[in-house]
């Protein structure tokens, strides 16, 4: 039977020599967490089912540092590796292939350009291609023909694409924007609640269920895990296929063996 | 020698750095280097992608990779790159290499697609390639087609995603995995391991 993924994100900031990880709190504010290839390897040992690398400061001269920390991570650690920020073109996703990586995740370049979704998946394949999405909620009064509404706990909302890493919106409708990129090619979604993100208040399960119902390719929950019983609850009443979180690791307030056992005894299948 | 086909078919800095930790001898070979499959003990053909896009990148290889396998060498064929092994494929339109009989069919609907992540094995029979391997291991799958061998006989383990597919096959020396073992951590180089063994 197909296991539930846990997957530890890895937020770096490639512009210090040798790349590091960091922990954004709300897209904003930055903490330290450690060296990216220790923590892989680290994240290994403890049973984790995929990494994801995320460069938080993407710019053209810390491609090469990218390029470093997935190898070295790759020669070490024989599972999934992801890498997401700074994928603007298709010769960045080749890099990233080159490097050792096995999946890129675009999101600012996707939305600016679409195509590149069906360039990637066409030129690597659709298990390749990740798409992040970073929705908010927006709540409404009325019906809106454009939008496709939510009825949330909290009210009425559609859900709103983020892009450059949380800082501007697009006007994108996210649950549109889920469907249209798997008709392009998509293989993955990544999908980041900007509401819950650095909160630690648990996942926005009614965004998650949402975007399950309209896609049939695997979505990776994310965005607000602070305690195991949140992951256990993403898994339980949504159809996420994996669930990616970083601080409750990096700062080793929980291990991935001592969630993966949580869920175990709740009935969650797990590796 | 155990050579490693690097026909631009997915990730080989894993597959050579897989094997690696358990072998000290592993090989890419190119076309440029093609002659020296004569003297490999065993062969990888890693893989990544579409159907028609891996049985024409391979044609090249094809009459080397022919004979390799009339000469009994083992030759382990991963993902897609165990998919063209069948007679066809529905999600191409190339002959496959049909060294296996059957075919290769589309995931069913009731599933999401692809089959990403981690699934445990069901065996259905002995191979030297999965010693030491039991129902409980995961293995790391991405696909969206599967494998239907016609004789069962062919199929050395199953997996469960909508249907009880073909996950590892075996016919004389030819091995074909559909999950990736250098993606699998320690299983998979346990069964990159069981390999090197069988090519001794």
């Known amino acids: 039977m197909l296991a539930k993924r846990i997957i530890p994100c890895l937020d770096c900031d490639f512009g210090v020599p040798g790349g590091r990880v960091v922990k954004g709190i709300e897209f904003k504010q930055i903490r330290y967490a450690g060296i990216p290839w220790d923590l892989a390897a680290e994240y290994d040992e403890q049973g984790a089912d995929e990494l994801v690398f995320l460069d938080i400061t993407a710019s053209h001269e810390r491609r090469e540092t990218m390029a470093h920390v997935i190898e070295k991570t790759a020669s070490n650690v024989f599972m999934p590796l992801t890498v997401g920020g700074g994928i603007h073109r298709l010769e960045d996703a080749r890099r990233a292939f080159n490097a050792g990586a096995d999946k890129v995740s675009v999101n600012t370049a996707a939305l600016k350009n679409s195509k590149l979704v069906n360039d990637i998946a066409r030129r690597f394949g659709s298990q390749a291609c990740m798409v992040a999405i970073d929705a908010k909620r927006r709540y409404v009064r009325s019906e809106d023909a454009a939008r496709e509404i939510i009825e949330t706990k909290e009210g009425k909302c559609w859900f709103e694409c983020s892009f450059y890493g949380g800082r501007k919106f697009t006007g994108v409708d996210a649950l549109k924007w889920a469907i249209e990129v798997e008709e392009r090619g998509a293989g993955e979604i990544m999908l980041t609640s900007m509401d819950r993100d650095g909160t630690k208040d648990g996942f926005d399960l009614e965004l998650t269920s949402a975007i399950c119902d309209r896609v049939n390719i695997p979505v990776i929950a994310s965005g607000g895990c602070g305690l195991p019983e949140h992951i256990k609850d993403v898994f339980k009443f949504t159809d996420a296929s994996a669930a990616l979180a970083a601080s409750i690791f990096h700062y080793k307030e929980y291990t991935i063996r001592e969630v993966k056992q949580y869920l175990k005894a709740n009935g969650i299948h797990v590796r | ?200």
């Open chain 2, 1 to 200: 020698m155990i050579a490693i086909i690097d026909y631009g078919m997915g990730n080989l800095f894993s597959i050579y750095n897989g094997l690696k930790r358990v072998y000290d001898r592993p090989m890419l070979i190119t076309v440029d280097n093609i002659t020296d499959i004569a003297s490999a003990e065993g062969v990888i053909v890693p893989g990544v992608g579409a159907f028609d896009d891996c049985i024409r990148n391979l044609k090249p290889f094809s009459e080397a990779l022919i004979e390799v396998v009339g000469s009994d060498v083992p030759v382990l064929w991963i993902c897609i790159g165990m998919q063209i092994l069948f007679d066809a494929s529905e999600e191409g339109n190339e002959k496959g290499w049909g060294l296996i009989p059957g075919d290769v069919v589309r995931l069913p609907a009731n599933v999401r697609v692809p089959h990403m992540g981690w699934n445990n094995l069901h065996l259905q029979r002995h191979s030297e390639l999965l010693d030491g391997i039991t129902d409980a291991d995961y293995f790391y799958f991405v696909h969206s087609y599967y494998c239907v061998p016609s004789d069962d006989d062919n199929t050395v383990a199953t997996v469960e995603y909508g249907v009880e597919l073909a996950a590892v096959v075996s016919k004389d020396n030819v091995y074909g995995v559909q999950f990736h073992p250098e993606k699998s951590s320690k299983k998979g180089l346990h069964v990159l391991s069981n390999f090197v063994g069988v090519c001794k």
